[in-house]
């Protein structure tokens, strides 16, 4: 290959780079007033009682609206807000929003309706996260059990031990938690019996390979498990009545996924509720 053409190759390379950098730079900045644009919001996704067959409640879903990009989804922009340190403002004000929604729900009479929030490992790790959560609860006035936090297995890649204390006292605040995306991660079975957790929600990874044999059994161990634990399980992204009578078989307590609805604005939550009640 001629020199000249790899320089030329070097100065596309440094101008894409430059492209990318620019471009993630100029987001940062968009997200940095996304919240006072108000241009956050919180979509809802409902999941079910295996059993009753009623609706238990929702996981809110973060959405950015931006004036720049449209409608932007969270694996598009939470990674940026994390590394930002945005996170921080933002998952205060999904959390303050989510206890208001909480709250509308049940000011309508559908007072056993529970809500669960997506948190990051960043949030948790804030010295005063579980001193700000109590504030944003009691000042909301729910009934802290109404509420429900979501976190990932890589949160407790590191500081198990500070992460299960604050989880703990997470809990001692009456909120529930919910180990999120079980199954992707380095998770073992035995290891989920040293979480403080409520609720375990298998990945939808599971649902998609439920036509495998190792699959069914892989699910259908990890409910029996989490049933041994004392845990409740949710089933995320089924998508199919086939995905749904396997769950049923293996006696998943909870389901949320296409199958039932996609997520919904706000203002279609309380139609829903209405069909699904
Ligand atoms: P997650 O918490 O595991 O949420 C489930 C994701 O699967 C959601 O994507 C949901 O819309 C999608 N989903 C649900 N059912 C189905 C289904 O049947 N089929 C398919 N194909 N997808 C389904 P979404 O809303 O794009 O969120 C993606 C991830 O972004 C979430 O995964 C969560 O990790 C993160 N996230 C969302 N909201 C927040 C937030 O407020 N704070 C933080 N820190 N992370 C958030
Ligand atoms: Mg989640
Ligand atoms: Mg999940
Ligand atoms: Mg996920």
């Not at 931006?66 to 989804?73: D, H, R, T």
């Not at 929003?97 to 729900?105: P, Y």
């Not at 009479?109 to 948790?124: E, K, P, R």
């Amino acid at each position: 290959r001629a020199k000249g053409q790899g320089k030329n190759q070097f100065a596309f390379f440094e101008k894409a780079m430059d492209d990318v950098m620019r471009h993630k730079m100029m987001m940062e900045q968009s997200l940095r007033e996304a919240l006072d644009a108000d241009e956050l919001c919180l979509w809802y996704q409902p999941q079910i009682d295996m059993y009753s067959g009623k609706i238990r409640g929702f996981e809110a879903l973060l959405r950015w609206n931006s004036k720049e990009y449209g409608l932007v989804m969270p694996l598009q922009f939470v990674r940026l807000a994390e590394e930002t340190g945005l996170i921080i403002p933002i998952g205060y004000w999904v959390l303050k929003r989510a206890c208001l929604f909480i709250k509308e729900l049940h000011a309508r009479g559908y007072s056993a309706l529970t809500v669960s929030a997506n948190i990051s490992v960043a949030q948790l790790m804030q010295n005063d996260f579980v001193e700000s959560l109590r504030q944003i609860v009691a000042a909301s006035g729910i009934n802290p059990a109404a509420l429900g936090l979501e976190i990932t297995e890589s949160v407790l890649a590191d500081s198990f031990d500070l992460i299960i204390g604050k989880l703990q006292a997470i809990r001692n605040l009456g909120i529930s938690i919910h180990l999120d995306d079980f199954g992707t991660g380095y998770s073992s079975l035995t290891y989920l019996k040293k979480l403080p957790i409520d609720i375990v929600k298998i990945d939808k990874s599971f649902m998609d390979g439920m036509q495998e044999q190792t699959e069914k059994e892989l699910t259908e161990s990890i409910i029996e498990m989490a049933h041994r634990l004392g845990l409740k399980t949710v089933a995320e992204g089924v998508e199919t009545e086939y995905q749904l009578a396997k769950l049923k078989q293996y006696q998943c307590d909870i389901i949320q996924g296409y199958f039932i609805s996609k997520p919904v604005p706000e203002e279609q939550t309380y139609s829903l509720v209405e069909k699904l009640l």
